[in-house]
């Protein structure tokens, strides 16, 4: 092979290595880069560039009881145009030169016509997954990772954390942001009844070696974790998912739920609460079962939420030290310290063992990449008769989220005394 073609080889082989398929992080159709649509530039009087209604999207919208978007500029297809008039980025599909001189650069999902993020096809599409009983926080736990994520984490990493558009921003910041941190309304917990679109972020590294992050946060009804039907049909996504957050309310513990509810003079009743080990049951009939080896291999952080309920508890009763590093704020910087997390990763296994061996047990058999964590998404107990939350600090929020990125290699982890 001579030169110039040992060169267009290597050429062609980088170009490869930056093509990933993608997945549609609303429908979670998969699909190559040059399947793509694109939405047209302009609105021109001219066949096939007119507004029309899209009937693919809003499709979509109605399972979400959405409104429809209107008339749009028309969903064009590559398959239409030359070669000439097709842009690429690094070998990927990524634009369309009309007729008329337009281009078109918004991508669209082939399926549903949702817009597919700019960095789709540049790197793996990321789903993180949010699952746990009712009444577990997810709601809550949810709005607070987010928020951090935004004004502290991003700073430590040196990121930025942008919602993929407009609309995603208004409805996180109008839907949870807002009524939450802004005016202290404790959040309603997730309706099975109505099916919850994914809260989609870019994540963006200063170093531009890193790849740009699409993550799609998903916010799986409690009902739902124990309801077979509603697992096989609406939470597909738990298994196109490249992480999973599974969020235990301690109370959720019988042995434990009412002597934390009497030390922290709490009288609001969880009994109606699934217990951990039938969410875990749920999980493993409608996606683990269904996985070759029966063991899932997907990062999986078990989160115990409202860890602010456990400092009255102490050492009585042998689950927790009194200066248990799980009531102390942490905040990891430029790498994940592994050191620290698995400090509390033996007190939170030390925690469980003892409120529910055969839930833990469950745990490590089931999942191949178990982290352990604990966190307090408002840093205090909520007034929950008045759905009032009187004051917002959140203790170790991102660490559970930070593990995932560590254990899927997009960023880097170290141990640090």
Not at 105 to 125: D, E, M, Q, V
Request: charge should be negative; glycine fraction near 8%.
């Amino acid at each position: 092979m001579g030169l110039f073609k040992k060169r267009k080889a290597a050429i062609k082989r980088a170009k490869a290595e930056y093509i990933h398929e993608i997945v549609c992080l609303y429908c979670f159709q998969n699909f190559s880069h040059d399947q793509v649509l694109f939405r047209a530039a302009k609105v021109i009087d001219a066949e096939g560039y007119r507004a029309e209604v899209d009937h693919a999207l809003d499709g979509y919208r109605y399972q979400f009881h959405m409104g429809t978007a209107g008339e749009l500029p028309a969903a064009i297809s590559p398959g239409e145009f030359s070669e000439a008039n097709k842009g690429y980025v690094r070998g990927i599909l990524s634009s369309l030169k009309d007729d008329y001189g337009n281009v078109s650069a918004s991508r669209l999902c082939p399926y549903c016509h949702n817009i597919i993020p700019p960095g789709a096809g540049f790197s793996p599409s990321t789903i993180i997954s949010f699952v746990g009983a009712s009444q577990a926080g997810k709601s809550v736990y949810l709005t607070s990772l987010i928020h951090t994520l935004k004004t502290v984490t991003s700073h430590n990493f040196d990121v930025f954390c942008t919602p993929i558009t407009n609309e995603v921003g208004w409805r996180f910041k109008y839907d949870y942001e807002d009524p939450l941190i802004e005016n202290g309304h404790l959040l309603d917990p997730t309706q099975k009844e109505r099916l919850q679109e994914p809260l989609i972020f870019t994540f963006s590294f200063a170093d531009g070696g890193k790849p740009e992050i699409n993550i799609a946060f998903f916010d799986v009804a409690g009902e739902g974790m124990v309801d077979s039907g509603y697992m096989d049909i609406f939470a597909a996504h738990i298994r196109n998912s490249s992480g999973v957050m599974f969020l235990v309310d301690p109370q959720q513990f019988k042995a434990i739920g009412r002597k934390v509810q009497l030390m922290n003079h709490l009288d609001y009743d969880i009994s109606a609460a699934s217990e951990p080990m039938e969410v875990l049951s749920g999980l493993v009939e409608n996606y683990i079962h269904k996985q070759h080896s029966g063991i899932s291999d997907i990062p999986t952080a078990m989160v115990l939420t409202k860890s602010d309920l456990l400092t009255a508890m102490g050492y009585e009763g042998g689950y927790l030290r009194q200066n248990s590093r799980i009531f102390s704020r942490y905040n990891h910087r430029e790498f994940f310290n592994l050191t620290e997390a698995r400090i509390v990763g033996y007190e939170v296994d030390d925690f469980i063992r003892t409120a529910d061996p055969n839930f833990r047990n469950a745990l490590t058999r089931r999942f191949a990449r178990l982290g352990l964590f604990a966190v307090s998404a408002l840093g205090a107990h909520p007034d929950v008769v008045h759905k009032r939350v009187a004051n917002f600090a959140p203790i170790r929020v991102d660490e559970p989220f930070l593990w995932i990125l560590y254990q899927l290699g997009f960023i880097d982890g170290a141990e640090v005394v």
